[in-house]
RNA sequence: GGUCCCGUAGCUCAGCUGGAUAGAGCGCACGCCUCCGAAGCGUGAGGUCACAGGUUCGAAUCCUGUCGGGACCGCCA
């Protein structure tokens, strides 16, 4: 149970014990912390609901709170607010107990679920750029925050591998080299093992293709034509279109690797291509499926709607599928290879129709209830313009290129400061680049998932304030002050005895650590868990300026604040692990 | 045209199941290294919460409208 969770059910009992709806007893960090430390506003909502007044209320639901022991001061203020204060041994007792666990107070899930968690969704063919960024850091902050809770979670990076593209790939890669045997309809294999392309062909022939079939129509067409073949299987195509995939791969899982992103399954939407047929019988059976205009839709709209919500392609006129066919026998897919509870797609918020038209043919289909599948939308990254990040040359920005750019921005910044100095360059070089990529991940994770940011590089790269280095750098301080601390002798930490006022703001930061972690959790928002790790690194900052730690002359004191820093270390690099930002062991 | 999201400090953004003096970071001004790492800490200035109505004892928060910005709207994925 977390801090507020107990509070609230403690004044909550208070609030049922005078007559009162338990619920008002809901108790949250004050908003004044120059007169408590919590508060409860519940007595205003229930006088308001029992006609009383809300004072009188307050004062008997005071009453009953006043004999705690682990309440120092229970007071009413203004209207009605419920002003709670914690004995300091309160506080040292909780965070001991809290500190004797592996989860240092981390929420855990009462009721985990088996949860399938895709936030790939990269291309083959197509380098990953930042449009790919917010997907990778965000559902790999979501997978390991659930799995901290208890859930079990499967991530698939979901290759789009099966559309379009490929085709234009075909016909582009035949314009150049016809003779190739993969496009000899009369052989069937077997093919070549070495792939006929190699990564930058792939890289060079995918926009040639793209720019050519937006040019010129004759060129889509057959494009779209050699895309239906391939989708049937012809053979020539099925085995260029593999060399295609593992060439592409290799590269893609390379740099999710750099961003410290990894993925359980590497499917992708030709793994559900061949369940198509089957699924597809399955809906005519149960009449979900009809024609339009040649198209084979299924209708997704009810009554109650407030927007149209349009049908859903299965099939296009020319036979081929779309994305939303491939989703659906995803599902099918998922449901026989791994039965999750519940499937979370992060995806880009603009598909949020897309989502809905899925799920709302699943639930409808039987194959999946549509409050089981969920759709974590996420905004995008913009430039300083406003609109999607481009380059200066307006192009889309390769991951790659990105992750080269922070990581030289925090090698400079590092000579600047004359940190990193008389380590060796293979340190150095690791430690810039985590700390770049930290610099970038916490950026993107501490705006709210569902709104748009604007990419500011050198705003991200100044290390200062609210960044991934400034948690870094507390990190790397904690670790530094135990080192000198053990050094020299100063003794083993001991029990938490607060006496300096940085010590109490510090405790209750460590002790928020539960309820950031839930609302983190239960609503899909990794940036919450942000806020506590700033505020943890913020409050043992001034703890670290404040108070000495390993040169304090009190035994008790110093055993105390030993244990403090420590604490702070461990729940900072646990949280650091969460948001899948990794640390330097020094910089 | 329809649906949805957004307009809060000079800048980038939190806060929005209504509640006390609207917060943070950056930037700006001033201060703090004979003391455990100054990528740090402290103090201060800075806001008609787009605008207009409404509901309420109480609105940045809920409702309606206006203006401004953005996203999406069956044969791309």
């Known amino acids: 149970m977390t801090i507020l969770e107990e509070l609230s059910r403690r004044v909550g009992d208070a609030f049922a014990e005078v007559g009162l709806e338990s619920k008002f007893g809901r108790v949250k960090p004050a908003d004044r912390p120059d007169l408590a430390q919590f508060q409860c506003n519940g007595a205003l909502a229930a006088a308001k609901a029992a006609k009383q007044n809300p004072r009188a209320l307050a004062e008997k639901v005071c009453d ?18 419920i002003n709670i204060t914690l004995a300091d041994d309160d506080l040292a007792g909780r965070l001991g107990a809290i500190l004797e666990g592996d989860s240092l107070g981390g929420w855990q899930k009462p009721e985990p679920e088996k949860i399938l968690l895709d936030y790939g969704g990269p291309n083959v063919a197509k380098p990953l750029h930042v ?39 075909i016909t582009e890669l035949k314009r150049e080299q016809g003779d190739l045997v993969y496009f000899d309809a009369a052989v069937e294999g077997p093919y070549p093992v070495q792939p006929p392309v190699s990564l930058a062909d792939l890289e060079r022939l995918y926009p040639q ?47 999710y690797e750099d961003l410290g992103v990894t993925f359980d399954l590497w499917k992708g939407e030709a793994d559900a ?64 290879s791994d039965n999750p509870d519940r499937i979370i797609y992060v995806v880009d918020q603009r598909q949020a129709l897309h989502f809905e038209q899925v799920f709302r043919a699943a639930d409808l289909a039987g194959l999946f209830a549509a409050d089981r599948l969920e759709h974590i939308g996420f905004g995008t990254m913009n430039g300083k313009d406003g609109k999607p990040f481009k380059t200066r040359e307006g192009g889309v920005l390769r991951l790659r290129d990105m992750i080269d750019m922070v990581t030289e921005r925090a090698l400079a910044r590092l000579a600047e400061n004359g940190l990193a100095e008389g380590y060796d360059a293979a340190e150095t070089a690791d430690i810039a680049r985590k700390v770049g990529v930290a610099a970038l991940k916490f950026a993107d994770l501490s705006n709210p998932r569902t709104s748009d940011y604007i990419f500011d590089l050198d705003r991200f790269m100044a290390f200062e304030g609210k960044t991934g280095p400034y948690l870094l750098y507390a990190r790397v301080r904690v670790r530094s002050v135990l080192a000198k601390a053990e050094a020299a002798g100063a003794g083993a930490p001991g029990a938490i ?46 703890f670290y300026a404040g ?15 030993l244990a403090l820093a420590a604490a702070s ?4 690099e646990l949280i650091l692990d969460l948001l899948g930002i990794q640390a330097p062991a020094r910089m």
Not at 64 to 81: C, D, H, Q, S, Y
Not at 230 to 247: E, N, S, T
Not at 569 to 572: E, I, K, P, S, T
């Open 209 to 255: 293709a793209s720019a050519a079939c937006k040019a010129d129509r004759t060129r889509a067409d057959e494009a779209r034509q050699a895309t239906a073949e391939l989708q049937k299987g012809r053979p020539g195509y099925l085995a260029l279109w593999k060399h295609f995939v593992a060439v592409s791969r290799a590269a893609i899982e390379q740099e």
């Open 569 to 572: 270390g461990r729940q900072l």
């Open 547 to 561: 108070c000495r730690i390993a040169d304090e002359a009190d035994d008790t004191i110093r055993a105390s604040r």
């Open 131 to 169: 449009g790919h960024l917010r997907a990778a850091i965000i559902g790999e902050s979501l997978k390991r925050i659930f799995r901290f809770a208890g859930d079990a979670v499967v991530g698939d990076v979901h290759l789009g591998d099966w559309g379009l593209p490929m085709g234009q790939l």
């Open 273 to 336: 291509a061949p369940l198509i047929p089957e699924m597809a019988a399955d809906f005519a059976g149960i009449g979900l499926i009809e024609d339009s205009d040649g198209a084979q839709v299924i209708r997704v709209e009810s009554e109650g709607d407030n927007k149209k919500i349009p049908p859903l392609m299965l099939f296009k006129s020319d036979g081929g599928v779309t994305y939303g066919t491939t989703d659906l026998a995803t599902i099918v897919d998922r449901v026989r």
């Open 64 to 81: 009953r709170l006043r004999n705690e022991t682990a309440f120092k001061e229970v007071t009413i203020a203004g209207p009605g607010f």
């Open 497 to 542: 005895a607060i006496t300096a006022p940085e010590e109490r703001a510090l405790a209750l930061v460590l002790l928020g650590f539960g309820d950031a972690l839930r609302d983190a959790h239960e609503k899909r928002l990794p940036h919450l868990l942000c806020d506590h790790a700033f505020s943890l690194a913020q409050a043992f900052s001034k």
